[in-house]
């Protein structure tokens, strides 16, 4: 444990080193810049850097206390962070690519600094502040551009910062590029900033050795849930900042002009409006009034007009409506139209009384106007002070209050997406996929996978100290009890499957007996059903390369024809020796009694399979399909059912080639055997008559097959014969 602490406390000294030289880089860098006055950032060099070298957190760390620290100087710096992280992002990715040690990928990396940079820096510059041309380092060229062009002042813009941002990224890239050229390997690895809470493993191959891909990913999942919640939370934050600040704007709008109106009011001698109306500047006092107001909405950008007007049933009686630059004043007593912003003030300005600020977008634009009752010594209202202030700037304020807050969070967002994920990857993520790659892979076949399986699961060495760790202790344990379970369950299995081969052949050797008992009453079969289980397998395994009723000729099928064909003739034991051994032609009863061995060997089968579970009968099922329908034929006249074509069960089609094949090569005490040649003829005379077509061709095309099988048995049923004779 102790080598362990020493080991994180080696490694988070050495990050805080390359953050601290990363940011010294950074900050030398943008001083160099301002120093000599060059048209350059170099504020991102030690950025790109300590990702190259560490990875995303020390590259983001730099990125971020980089413009936090400027920020102190300059504020507007601060609103850049986003995209000074981004760039440390990407360049973890790219040399963890390898692309600073390929020429031919660094122009790609130029440029996407210079996107990051140059174009989406312009873009913030825009929403933040719109574009000067007298201020920033890429002002003249901008200006230049713009003189010389048919371009925008925003295009023009554009086309200088990406043009500036070009040069400062090359020389970005190449001193990154170049340090990791020159540092050796060993040196590099040691910058690695990684939060391993277990052996380390191979990252890039460990997802392709899990099995079940397609599923949905942990890492995915977490970066949703977390990048979700930022987003809600940025935005509920930004949507609440953003009505306050509206809220506060108009609230400071209102309180500057009701102070502009109490001026233009206390400049007024209500005593004398009915006189300004009547003669207006000939009247003592009206031109230094009118002067007043004048140099009140000269005093600010924001006061659009100031003016007094007496409010009557007819409309504004124009008292004061001094020029401006655009708009040139009504002459007094000049009557106006009441604007819509006012209708639904009308009856407290016909009675004199005072109104609340009243915004308005219609004729002179987004306009707040307050207006400010003047009273006489009676304390009648004799006219109405007005003042109209310009709320366009606050729009304005707006969106770049807007775009301020959303760059911050945007920066926050980053910082706290690449912590979280770098977190979540090795507490989370890779000791769960670690543990299910060696759960993948894990053996207990035998002693030597089995504490192969244990050995991988102790060598993880997992310790996070939460519930992935104990988890993790509960793996091993169980490890450790499934091996010792195993090895016992291994041989209990070996023991089971010893048992269950001898009881195989057990049963297997008692069928051929029963068949043996059967024929031994037939003096005329002699290895008949050994011959015929052979030659049913020969059809089958044809029948299955050819592509033909494949999907019934599955390994157990085929198996279990050939385990249950000697039981074909199994009836044939009910059938008196008188016919069955009768050495010339059947009479017809005799015939007919003949026949009843299909369904005797059916009923004694069935009997036997009411005797085991449904789950053991399978080759009883084929067997008594064997003893029944045997004797039916493809065109339906045959017995007992005259049952035709796939109506007949497959396995009895193939016992009809095969039985008939071998009685017609056998010899008899009746007559000879018909060569291998005749006996072919005949099977294939009986195609689409008595034997299934693709049945009969299976068995033609697997001839050398089955002239093997019958001549392997020619001479041991010689020997039989020969023997029942003597007997």
């Known amino acids: 444990m102790k080598e362990k602490n020493k080991a994180a406390i080696s490694r988070n000294t050495i990050a805080l080193l390359l953050c601290g030289v990363g940011l010294l880089i950074n900050l030398v860098g943008v001083r160099i810049a301002l120093g000599f006055h060059l048209p350059l950032f170099l504020d991102n060099i030690g950025s790109a850097l300590a990702g190259a070298l560490g990875g995303y957190v020390p590259g983001i760390v730099v990125g971020f206390l980089t413009n936090l620290i400027n920020g102190i100087g300059d504020v507007t710096t601060a609103y850049y962070s986003s995209l000074t992280m981004l760039i440390a992002i990407c360049s973890t990715y790219f040399a963890s690519k390898g692309y600073y040690r390929k020429l031919s990928k660094l122009p790609l990396i130029i440029i996407t600094y210079a996107l990051i940079g140059g174009g989406l820096g312009s873009v913030l510059t825009w929403a933040l502040y719109g574009f000067d041309f007298g201020t920033g380092i890429s002002a003249p060229l901008a200006l230049r551009i713009y003189n010389s062009s048919p371009l925008s002042k925003f295009w023009s813009q554009f086309c200088a910062d990406m043009l500036i941002d070009l040069l400062d990224k090359t020389i970005t890239v190449l001193i990154v590029a170049l340090t990791l050229r020159l540092l050796p390997e060993r040196i590099r690895q040691l910058f690695v900033y990684s939060g391993w809470k277990q052996r380390p493993v191979s990252l890039k191959g460990m997802e392709k050795n899990i099995e079940g891909k397609g599923r949905h990913s942990l890492r995915r999942e977490i970066i949703l849930l977390v990048a979700v919640a930022t987003m809600v939370t940025a935005l509920a934050v930004t949507a609440i900042s953003f009505i306050h600040f509206r809220k506060a704007s108009m609230e400071e709008q209102k309180t500057f002009a009701r102070g502009v109106v109490q001026v233009v009011r206390e400049s007024i001698d209500p005593e004398k409006i009915d006189e300004y109306l009547e003669k207006g500047e000939a009247v003592p006092g009206y031109t230094e009034s009118e002067f007043v107001l ?20 007819d409309g504004c009686h124009v008292v004061f409506d001094p020029d401006t630059e655009t708009v040139p004043g009504e002459d007094p007593g000049t009557v106006i139209p009441f604007d819509h912003a006012f209708e639904e003030f ?17 004729t002179y634009g987004w306009l707040l106007t307050v207006y400010d009752p003047i009273y006489n010594a009676e304390g009648k209202c004799q006219a109405y002070a007005a003042v109209d202030i310009n709320m366009d700037h606050i729009a304005r304020d707006g969106y770049q209050f807007l775009a301020r807050v959303i760059s911050l969070f945007l920066g926050l967002i980053l910082m706290t997406l690449t912590i979280v994920i770098w977190l979540a990857e090795y507490r989370v993520i890779v000791p769960i996929n670690s543990m299910a790659m060696v759960a993948s892979h894990a053996g207990y076949e035998n002693k030597e996978d089995r504490i192969r399986t244990v050995q991988e699961i102790e060598d993880l060495e997992i310790h996070t100290g939460d519930e992935i760790e104990n988890l993790y202790k509960a793996i091993v344990m169980n490890t450790h009890d499934m091996a010792a379970t195993t090895e016992n369950m291994a041989m209990y299995i070996a023991q089971m499957q010893k048992q269950s081969q001898t009881i195989g052949r057990l049963q297997n050797g008692m069928i051929l007996v029963l068949a043996d008992m059967v024929e031994s009453r037939d003096q005329n079969t002699g290895e008949h059903v050994r011959k015929t289980a052979a030659y049913t397998g020969v059809i089958m395994r044809e029948l299955r390369r050819e592509h033909v009723y494949e999907d019934q000729l599955t390994d157990a099928f085929i198996q279990d024809v050939i385990d249950s064909a000697p039981l074909h003739d199994v009836g044939k034991i009910q059938v008196p020796d008188a016919i069955l051994n009768k050495p010339g032609k059947l009479t017809d009863e005799e015939f007919e009694i003949m026949k009843t061995h299909t369904t005797a060997g059916s009923e004694i089968i069935t009997s036997a399979i009411d005797m085991v579970s449904e789950d053991d009968s399978g080759y009883l099922q084929e067997a008594r399909n064997l003893a029944h329908y045997h004797h039916e034929k493809w ?30 090569v056998s010899k008899r005490s009746y007559k000879d055997g018909f060569p291998f040649e005749k006996a072919m003829s005949i099977i294939k005379e009986g195609r689409g008559e008595h034997f299934d077509p693709a049945i009969v061709d299976a068995f033609v095309n697997a001839g050398d097959e089955v002239r093997q099988i019958m001549e392997s048995h020619m001479g041991r049923e010689e020997t039989s014969q020969r023997n029942g004779s003597a007997d």
């Open 635 to 664: 065109n339906g006249k045959g017995y007992p059912d005259g049952l035709s074509g796939t109506d007949i069960p497959l396995s009895a089609r193939i016992m009809a080639v095969a039985d008939v094949f071998d009685a017609l």
């Open 346 to 362: 009308l009856p407290e300005l016909l009675a004199g009384k005072p109104i609340e600020p009243v915004t308005s977008n219609e």
């Open 294 to 313: 004048k140099k009140l909405m000269d005093s600010s950008e924001y006061i659009e007009y100031c003016y007094v007007y007496r409010i009557e049933e």
